[in-house]
Structures are given as C-alpha cells and as structure tokens.
C-alpha cells in the first residue's frame, strides 16, 4: 500500500533552539502569556525534550516532553497550527512524544475541553489548576522589575518577625534549594533550576525560618505583564509573606499572575484575598503512578508548559 503524500512529507524529529523560539511565539499567538526568558531556562533542562513536526519542511506541530531524573517526565507545548488541525498531525507527535518518555511517571497541565482525550490515552485527573491574574499596586509598590531589570536585593534582606525573614534567593545555597524542591517536584530539575533562578530577567526570593529555607518565590516578565512560579512555602502565612514580596516588585497597573492548584484552599484563598480573579483553568493529570506531593505547600506552579 502506497504511504498517503502528506505520511511521506511529514517530519518529527527534536527541535533546535531557534525552532523552540518559534514555537513559544506560536503559544503567545495561542493566548499562553510565556515568559519573556523562558527559551533559554526550557531548552537547558532538556535539550532532546522538544519535537517538532515538519510538513514539506515547513514547521506545523510542536510538542515538549522534558524529562527529569530517571522516572518522570512532564509534556506540554502539544500544538498544531490552526490551518494543519485535523488531519492527523497532532497525533503523530502526540505518540512520538510519549514514546520519548515511555516507562516514565508523565504529566500534563491540559485544557480542561481535552481532558477526555487525555483519558483515551492513558491520563488520570489529579487536580484542577487556576490561574488568577492580579494587578501591580498603585501605593507601595517598588518601580518594579522592568523587562530586562536585575534583582532588587536590597529590598529583600527584611526581617518579618521572630526568627523569619526574607532573602535573596542567591544567598541561599544551591545544594539546599534543589533540596527543598526535590521535595516538592516530582523530579530531580538542578540544571532547569540553575537557570531559572540566576536568570538576570528573573527576581527569586527565599524565605528563612532560623536557618532553614521555608519557602521561595520567583517573578519573571511575560508577555503580558509577570508571573510568579513557583510559590513554594511551609504554611500559608510564609506563603503570603512571599507573594506580597513579590507583587511589591511588579510595575504599577500591570498584571501578573499565579497558577494555583485548586485542591490548595490556603492557596486560593491567598489569591482572592488580593482581589486576584480566575481568568483560566487546566487539568493536571498523570500517566503511570500518581505523584503524592504535598499539594499543601504547593502555592504556585512553576509552569504549565514544564510542570
């Protein structure tokens, strides 16, 4: 049987970095808000993790499956474009990506109108995550981060209360973040964490209690205003003292947002609590064993597109 003429010019293989380029402009286009710098910190935390689909050499479909450490592995960027939608391009990269991380634990932060797609092919729901948008304040807020600015560290060496304060989170040692993370990841990401936390563009904030890191925080510019993820604290209170830190440091009028795990009330309650309304939904679900991660402390995903 002769193979159908759009079969024989149709391509997969790993994406280079200028086509990763492209395809977060595609997400943009898609309405996703990236971030500003995400290119770089994306491709570094896997390289072979991006696979593009080429029709007639013309990119047409996209997908990311990152892996991390030796059992998980996280899949988003899953797009075709509009004009290619339909005619079988999305599902053969959807496969060759899950072929990537076959014999791994795999998540997805997915549309909520896909999840019975989802379903079909082998994902559980874990939890809804929302996105709340909030606005920059207009009193008390700092000049903000600018899209190219460095990090304001004089601001943040304050002390909270009692033995609790805030940090610069390069003051911290990297060994005893990716600790913390670990621990709330559900994968070593030392190299995709190096990146996100020293990027220039990027203000990381951590939370001391006596000597041991509680929490931390980053905020990174968007396309449309900044993000803040993760949010990652002990208890709702050190949560909320790395949140307000952080807003203090986006531009007055501007939006930012926080995508927060529904099943987290202590973390949604923080973000109407500032006024901060839903704008968006995504599914989390998983393929093969169900992380146990304590959701409980878990106030802001990192990214939707890695986990």
Sequence with gaps: MNTPKKEQNYQIRTMTRDELVLVVDWAAKEGWNPGLYDVECFYAADPQGFLIGLLDGEPIASISVVKYGMAFGFL?????????????YGMRIWQAGLQYLQGRTIGLD???????NYLKSGFQLAHRNI????????????????????RKESLLRETLRNDVRLVPLSSVSFETIVDYDRSLFCGERSTFLHCWLSSAHHIAIGLMHGQT????????PCQQ?????????DSPQFAEDLFLALRSQ???GSPFYLDVPGVNLAA????????????????????GTMPDLPLAQIFGITTFELG
Aim: proline share 4%; glycine share 18%.
């Design 110 to 116: 997915g549309v909520v109108e896909q999840q019975n």
């Design 268 to 287: 949604v309650t923080l973000a109407e609590k500032y006024q901060m309304a839903s704008v968006f939904e995504t599914a989390r679900m998983y393929a």
């Design 213 to 220: 890191l509680a929490g931390y925080g980053v905020l990174r």
């Design 225 to 233: 205003g900044y993000k803040i993820g993760p949010l990652f604290a």
């Design 131 to 150: 996105r709340y948008e909030g606005m920059g304040a207009d009193k008390g807020a700092s000049k903000g981060t600018g899209k190219g600015a460095q």
């Design 76 to 88: 988003g960027f899953y797009m075709v474009r509009p004009a290619f939608r339909g005619q079988g």
């Design 250 to 252: 986006v531009e007055p």
